[in-house]
Each structure stands twice: as structure tokens, then as C-alpha cells.
């Protein structure tokens, strides 16, 4: 096996809306960065992520962008199916799809609506067919949610997509061993992330597919100038009890230091985002640097 290939994106902050998206775009590929990453965030200032995304690439050649992470369960896989085949043949190679189970804001979950106790079902199913439209040229199917009839995408990519999964419970996991290409985490130390890896490696093996070895990422914070409240919040309810110095670096060497540790966790792709009173101007010089020193 080769070296694995170390690579950092940027994902968006929540001060970071339309009026500034097309020249921050256009600054990430004059700087090289290797990708862009855009939240599934309907209630703020972010861009939506398809929309966000085919802008993005109509104005870039070289950068890459993803969702990170958008939500599958409550939308019709089929759309979905199309819309990413539509992406990649306009901009190939440079797609990257990440799916969740929910909106990470509560007050949202309501806007992608499923069967009672079904999300997790529906999620699977979905994700299930969502790779077969996009792998086979014709396909029929008969799930307890989507039924299809011989039904075919002519314009699918000529390489197949890569699709990861987010999420760090026991069952996201095991949905990505089973069925994604790949698993970008949040808010877990770089321990956790070491088992993380570990179990979604055994259910890859128990379902007799296989996730690469550089498949694995994270989407991390950066807070320089102070942890904002919010933050410190989301990251006690997601990960309790855990300190939060192994979960948002409040300094760019804290920043390198976690990312080392990540690194030997086995992770090997970092979503980098602004958070807190962040000037974007002052975030970008203090991310370029951190990510030519890790490209390999």
C-alpha cells in the first residue's frame, strides 16, 4: 500500500453567507485548497448545498466541493441520484457526497419528514438505491419505501461517486461499512475515532465489501479567538463528559496537534471550519500554511 494522502477542506462558518460566497470560491482556487465543504443548514445564513455546490463548481476547474454532511432520509433518492450524476458530469471528479441521518439543528428535523420510527430504514433504503442508480444501467426495485421499474440514468458519471456517511453512533457506523465509500465524524477525540475506524472496518468485512484506507475524515472547528457558547454546547451534547481541548482546538498549533493525533488514529481527511469571531480573511492565512504542511 502507498502512502495515504492527506488532505484539508474548508467548511463553511456560520457568518459566511451568498453576498460572500462567489469571492471566497474564487480565493479558495486561487489558493489551491483542495476542497470546499457545505453544511446542510437550512434556518442560517449558509448556502444550500446543491445550490451552493453547482456554483461553486460552474466557477472553479480545480476545487473540489462536498456537503458536509447533507441529509438523505426525506428526500427522494432518485432526485438526489440525479442531481449528484448532473454535478459530476459537469464537473468531474470534483463531487463529494456526504450524507446524514438528520439535520443537526432539532428545529429542523421536521423538515425532512419520514415514517414514524422509520429514519434509520429509510436511510439505508435510500442510500441503497441512490449507489445502484448511479452504478447500474438498469434498475428495478422494490423496497418498503421506493419502488422502481426499470429505471435508468443515462447520465451517470463514468466514475463512480464515492459516497460517504456521517454520524458516530454504533448503527451510523455500521451503515458505513455496509454501504458508504467513506465516513467524515464530528466531535469525537481522536480516540474515539480510532474505534470508530475499528468498527467500521469489521462491518465492511462482516458485509464482504472493503472502505479505504485514506476514506476516513473529519470536520473540526477551529476557534482561535474564544470558544464560542453555542459550540461548547453542541459539543457537550454530542460527545458528554468528554474534555473539550480533544474536540475543538481553541489555536492553530492546538489545531496540528489534534490533527497529528487524528492522524494516528487513522484518519486521514479534515474538513477545517471558522468558528466564533473569525474574520474569513484571518482564517484562510492561518489555513493555507497548516495545509501545505500536511499535503503529501
Known amino acids: 500500500m502507498g502512502v495515504l494522502k492527506v488532505r484539508l477542506g474548508v467548511g463553511l462558518g456560520p457568518g459566511m453567507g451568498v453576498a460572500g460566497f462567489p469571492d471566497m470560491v474564487d480565493e479558495l482556487e486561487a489558493a489551491g485548497v483542495d476542497s470546499l465543504w457545505l453544511s446542510e443548514i437550512v434556518y442560517g445564513t449558509q448556502v444550500e448545498p446543491m445550490i451552493g455546490m453547482a456554483h461553486a463548481l460552474a466557477r472553479t476547474e480545480k476545487l473540489k466541493v462536498g456537503t458536509g454532511?447533507?441529509?438523505?432520509?426525506?428526500?427522494?433518492?432518485?432526485l438526489v441520484a440525479k442531481q449528484l450524476a448532473t454535478l459530476a458530469?459537469?464537473?468531474?471528479?470534483r463531487?463529494?457526497?456526504?450524507?446524514?441521518?438528520r439535520p443537526a439543528r432539532r428545529d429542523e428535523w421536521n423538515l425532512f419528514p419520514v415514517p414514524a420510527g422509520r429514519r434509520a430504514a429509510v436511510f439505508d433504503e435510500s442510500l441503497l438505491l441512490l449507489r445502484r442508480l448511479l452504478t447500474e444501467d438498469n434498475v428495478s426495485f422494490e423496497g418498503e419505501f421506493f419502488q422502481l421499474d426499470g429505471v435508468s440514468l443515462p447520465d451517470r458519471p463514468a466514475r463512480p461517486l464515492d459516497i460517504w456517511v456521517g454520524g458516530s453512533a454504533p448503527a451510523a457506523l455500521r451503515r458505513v461499512g455496509r454501504l458508504a465509500d467513506g465516513w467524515l465524524g464530528s466531535f469525537v477525540t481522536p480516540e474515539q475515532a480510532k474505534l470508530h475506524v475499528e468498527t467500521i472496518k469489521a462491518a465492511a468485512a462482516e458485509a464482504g465489501r472493503e472502505v479505504e484506507e485514506d476514506?476516513?475524515?473529519?470536520?473540526?472547528a477551529v476557534a482561535p479567538n474564544g470558544l464560542p457558547p453555542e459550540l461548547a454546547r453542541a459539543a457537550t451534547e454530542r460527545a458528554p463528559g468528554v474534555d473539550l481541548d480533544d474536540l475543538v482546538p481553541t489555536s492553530w498549533d492546538h489545531a496540528r496537534r489534534l490533527i497529528d493525533r487524528y492522524l494516528d488514529a487513522g484518519l486521514t481527511k479534515f474538513v477545517l471550519r471558522q468558528a466564533g469571531p473569525l474574520p474569513w480573511s484571518e482564517f484562510l492565512a492561518e489555513f493555507l500554511p497548516l495545509a501545505q504542511a500536511l499535503h503529501n
Request: charged fraction near 5%; charge should be positive; avoid cysteine.
Open 69 to 78: 454532511v447533507a441529509v438523505l432520509p426525506g428526500r427522494n433518492p432518485v
Open 89 to 93: 458530469g459537469l464537473a468531474p471528479k
Open 95 to 101: 463531487v463529494l457526497p456526504v450524507f446524514g441521518l
Open 215 to 220: 476514506h476516513y475524515g473529519l470536520s473540526l
